[in-house]
């Protein structure tokens, strides 16, 4: 496990706990990682989080989503794109569509982490940190 890439920890961590159907799962907190989580939620691919813990063992608890009498998750692919040895910038007229609009892109931005779409619709680009579908 790398210990200094927290975002590739915590879509790892949802993409396991989502091929087993857990109904929940942990990440640790950071700044970061609740941006994410907040963006997640704000398009509907989870049902929320809450943070749990003291101090500098504070988590995340992720609630995962499920639809179908089968609980298909609703998170089919998470994909990291900007790796801490490797970071992918994009100006707002590059940004990518992710499965034609289907998907979404998490970019981080100078005004805060935001999906594909949102930062279109503000004129910003920034780091591309992960698609989602």
Not at 105 to 131: F, K, N, P
């Amino acid at each position: 496990m790398a210990a200094n890439d927290t975002i590739s920890d915590m879509l790892t961590r949802i993409r396991n706990a989502c091929m087993v159907k857990h109904p929940t799962t942990q990440v640790p907190a950071t700044n970061m990682t609740r941006s994410i989580a907040q963006v997640l939620a704000s398009e509907g691919f989870i049902d929320g989080y809450e943070e749990s813990g003291e101090g500098i063992k504070k988590y995340l608890v992720i609630t995962l989503k499920y639809k179908g009498k089968n609980r298909q998750p609703i998170i089919n692919t998470l994909k990291r794109v900007s790796k801490p040895g490797l970071r992918v910038y994009s100006r707002q007229k590059d940004l990518p569509r992710v499965l034609g609009g289907i998907g979404i892109a998490i970019i981080s931005t100078s005004h805060g982490v935001m999906t594909d779409r949102e930062a279109r619709r503000q004129g910003i680009g920034g780091e591309i940190l992960c698609y989602v579908w």
